[in-house]
C-alpha cells in the first residue's frame, strides 16, 4: 500500500518512472539527478556512459534510454512523494506510542513541525 501511495503521488518524468519500475527507481533518479537538465543516452551509446548506469543501475538506464534516448530532461526533485512518505511515517510512530521529541529527532524534525504535522494528517 505505502509504494502504491508513492507511485500515485509522482507526476510527469517520476510518476512514468514509478508505474513502469516502481517508486523506488523514481526516487532513485531524483537522488541522482534531481533539479537538473540531463542527456539521456540512447541505447547504443549506452555502455560508453558507465557513471549514468551506476548511478541508476542497468534497469533503470535501459528503461530511460528507450524512451528518452537521445533527449535532454529535467529531472524533478521528487520532493513531494518523499515528504508524503515521511508523513505516514511519523503518524504511524504516534499511533504505536512514540514520543513527538523521539519521532522528530528520528526525522531530523523539531518537535513543532512533528506537532504540526500530527495536526494536519489527522484531517
Known amino acids: 500500500m505505502e509504494t502504491e501511495a508513492r507511485a500515485t ?3 510527469g518524468l517520476l ?3 514509478a508505474q513502469g519500475l516502481g517508486p523506488d527507481a523514481a526516487l532513485r533518479l531524483a537522488d541522482a539527478y534531481g533539479g537538473r537538465r540531463i ?3 540512447t541505447p547504443r551509446r549506452l555502455a ?3 557513471k549514468f548506469v551506476e548511478a541508476l543501475g542497468t534497469e533503470l538506464a535501459m528503461w530511460l534510454a528507450r524512451r528518452c534516448g537521445g533527449d535532454r530532461l529535467h ?8 515528504r508524503v512518505a515521511r508523513n505516514r ?3 504511524r510512530a504516534y499511533d504505536l506510542g512514540m514520543s513527538i521529541s523521539e519521532i522528530a529527532e528520528g526525522h531530523g524534525l523539531t518537535d513543532r513541525s512533528v506537532e504540526r504535522i500530527l495536526a494536519r494528517e489527522a484531517l
Do not use: F, W
Open 89 to 91: 511515517a511519523i503518524l
Open 75 to 82: 529531472i524533478p526533485m521528487g520532493a513531494a512523494p518523499r
Open 39 to 41: 542527456y539521456i543516452p
Open 48 to 50: 560508453k556512459r558507465r
Open 15 to 17: 510518476g512514468e518512472v
Open 9 to 11: 503521488m509522482m507526476t
